[in-house]
């Protein structure tokens, strides 16, 4: 086995290896509008490999065409310990060169997280396993979908009801919609769930667990999107001809970005080999 130094060193040269392994600038679908938002989202990141790195530097990569400020994680961010080596090798050296731009990571746990890392600084969660916070005219609520106690759905219906965000945008860890086979739609959490983002006017649910990229038709007017293959890969996990399925993808790791400007909602979703395998819009004007 590979030295812990030697294999640290061995996956942050991945990283820069894999940023320099494209002849041609990021091909990108988002239109890069003055004053708009602009974030990533990956999820199921956290298991410290090689192809965990190599996404991390196309990541790395489209960042210096597309200047996103903050990364959404939808949970699983560091698999099999919570040792600070772990916390290092599955999070701080993929993502090094984000990290040391300033690019913020607002972060929530999966079931294979531990509670403690709310309390990791770099995750931004303030000690909390659910929160909110703003940027422009978007609002985001990170929600503990392991652990969905009557307090936080309490706490989700205030901040719900007086936000006044054009945009409301939730993210958690189990998707309430998914074609995936190992795991699927998460239904009694959708019947806990899906009421106060129908009532409250959330437009966009950002989910991971299964690990593969699916965006799902739009159901009671929101679009939700599965995003749990930044790390792990389930090859062939989506259901072929499934009704709920827009577009997926599991063939390869992937991550997306996003950028929001006035009324539009634009997103592209890349592989590791940057391959774009979905990209669109969404126009607030046609939810409401």
Known sequence: MMPAMRRAAFLSAVVLGAMSVSLHAPELTLPLKPNSVRFAVIGDMGTGDKPQYELAGKLVEYRQSFVFEFVLTV?????????????????ERPYKPLLDAGVKFYATLGNHDKPNESFYKPFNMGGQQYYTFKKGNVQFFALDSSYMRPKELSWLETELKRSTADWKIAYFHHPLYSSGAFHGSATE?????EPLFVTYGVQVVFAGHEHSYERVKPQQGITYFVEGASGQLRK????????????GYDQDLSFMLIEIADDAFHFQTVSRTGQTV???VILR???E
Do not use: H, M, Q
Not at 189 to 193: A, C, N
């Open 236 to 247: 062939g996990d989506l259901r072929e001809r499934s009704a709920l399925t827009a577009v």
């Open 285 to 287: 004007s046609a939810i």
């Open 189 to 193: 959490l959708r019947g806990i769930l």
């Open 278 to 280: 979905d990209s669109g």
């Open 75 to 91: 949970g699983d961010n560091i698999y099999d310990g919570s040792a600070p080596i772990d916390f290092e090798n599955k999070f």
